[in-house]
């Protein structure tokens, strides 16, 4: 089945052959659904902290990033080009009629003045066309518009990824969503002595494209905010591409006979963010911005989930410590479990059938891993993974953040745990990524591979099964220590098309 130019591929890409075999059986085998115990709720495991306990946790954020000894660095997700966002205005530049039709068209050429690139396509317009946008509306020319905006001779907006567009307007000029996470990173990450820690993940073919950017615009924003950057790039491994397999499960092979691999999805980023040199690191994506007007709530409450993780890690370090050294009572071992349990919302029913020795070694296993504080914000039908609590394959359940497709919906009690959840998943993550002697955690030993999916594509108009591995908010750090916080949904402003741009929040 494997043959020498496909073991030459692999060996380029730092795949094994175990690794490959172990793909084409996950396409044989599929993935089972995740057991559930709850939908995680403000009565079940999801935190809303008292005006007092807020006050406490900011204190103690202050007083973590005013330690230099510790490293905090802002983590972007980037790599996913901006396409998907134009997906109507690419329909509309093929269709067979040249004035908007469908509302979504409608709205984009009516609100095309407030878009933040409307100067940026007014020039490109020029140099195509001649014409200014104006100019070409009046004459019924809203086709030309939309290629100016979306091919490479124009803004090239349909190729480009998210974090390069325009998406916010001010008197200096517009932003793009990386300009925005500058912003964000010295309002919330920055350390004592000015040092602002950002790291994005971006395609190969971008990564020139954010350099040049960020040479461009860093000294500004390090002026603006008394501030030193230091952003670093990088890109998804070779190593976490995934083989893409036919319809029986043999592997897919293009044209000229190689194995395809594809992009093995955001849990590949698992690699990345254990590559990087940090205490505790934000992740939040690319899209996630508002104009600085906004921006007091995503701050607040980035600050805010973020003093709950160092509280909750303090304690994490004190009773590892007492469990290292052996002097510690029955009494001690029984607060340490009401910890684990009401904390950190793990529980495992066998627990009081175990001796003093047995529950030390639970606790210390359980304690002693990678933790996480979420961000949930109120369920208003946005699309996206709920926070649930699941069982683990060790018999105890924890909290965990959830894709529908991991969960079984045939399951009529299982599907309305998924409908009729409270909250859902922003991703918007502040993680804790040492251990109580600092060193740091191997966070690819924290994943679950049973909880990655199959998805249905195509390629050269044959179908095709493609593997997505563990999600790096789901299934990547299914093994980590998990406490969600509710924060408003004004923490919460994504744009998934175009027209989001017209929204409030992104005026």
């Not at 040492?434 to 044959?462: A, E, N």
Request: proline share 5%.
């Amino acid at each position: 089945m494997i043959n020498e130019n496909d073991k030459a591929l692999l060996r380029r890409k730092g795949i094994s052959e175990e690794k490959l075999q172990q793909q084409l059986e996950c396409f044989k085998k599929g993935f089972p659904y995740l057991k559930l115990h709850a939908a995680a709720s403000i009565d079940n495991g999801i935190l809303r902290p008292t005006p007092e306990e807020e006050a406490a946790c900011l204190k103690a954020w202050q007083e973590y990033t005013a330690d230099a000894a510790h490293r905090v660095v802002k983590f972007v997700p980037a790599s996913g080009a901006a396409s998907r966002m134009f997906k109507d205005m690419f329909a509309f530049a093929d269709a067979d009629y040249d004035t908007p039709q469908t509302d979504f068209e409608k709205h984009f050429f009516d609100h095309l003045h407030e878009a933040a690139f409307f100067e940026a396509l007014d020039k490109a317009c020029l140099h195509l066309y001649g014409k200014n946008i104006d100019s070409l509306l009046a004459e019924g020319a809203y086709k030309p518009i939309v290629q100016a905006m979306l091919k490479p001779e124009g803004l090239n907006y349909g190729a480009l990824p998210k974090g390069l567009l325009l998406f916010h307007k001010y008197d200096a000029g517009a932003r793009t969503p990386m300009e925005e996470h500058l912003v964000e990173g010295a309002l919330y990450a920055r350390q004592q002595n000015g040092d602002v820690h950002i790291h994005f993940t971006v395609s190969p073919e971008h990564r020139p494209l954010f350099s040049a950017l960020i040479d461009e615009k860093k000294a500004a924003y390090e002026k603006a905010f008394d501030a030193h950057y230091h952003v670093d790039l990088s890109e998804q491994k070779a190593s976490t591409d995934t083989v893409a397999a036919n319809a029986d499960n043999t592997p897919f092979r293009n044209a000229d006979g190689s194995l395809l691999f594809r992009p093995g999805g955001h849990g590949a980023l698992i690699e990345n963010l254990n590559d990087i040199d940090a205490d505790v690191i934000f992740v939040k994506n690319i899209d996630n911005v508002v104009p600085d007007r906004l921006k007091d709530d995503t701050v607040r409450y980035k600050q805010l989930i973020a003093g709950v993780l160092v509280q909750l890690q303090a304690q994490v370090f004190a009773y590892l410590k007492k469990l290292e050294s052996g002097k510690y009572t029955m009494e001690d071992l029984r607060e340490m479990l009401q910890f684990v349990q009401k904390k950190l919302f793990t529980k495992n029913p066998e627990t009081k059938l175990l001796e003093d020795t047995e529950l030390a070694i639970y606790l210390e296993k359980k304690l002693n891993r990678p933790i996480r504080v979420c961000g949930m914000v109120r369920n208003v039908g946005e699309p996206g993974g709920g926070p649930f609590l699941a069982y683990n394959a060790d018999g105890t359940f924890s909290l965990q953040i959830l894709e529908s497709s991991q969960i079984d919906m045939s399951d009529p009690e299982k599907k309305a745990m998924f409908e009729q959840g409270t909250h859902f998943n922003p991703v918007d993550l502040v993680c804790a990524v040492k251990d109580f002697k600092g060193r740091p955690f191997d966070l690819p030993k924290y994943v679950d591979p049973q909880t990655g999916f199959i998805s249905h594509k195509s390629k050269d108009g044959k179908e095709l099964k493609a593997l997505e591995l563990p999600g790096l908010w789901n299934g990547a750090m299914s093994n980590w220590n998990t406490v969600f916080v509710e924060v408003p949904l004004s923490t919460f402003n994504p744009v998934k098309t175009v027209n989001d741009l017209y929204r409030p929040q992104h005026q």
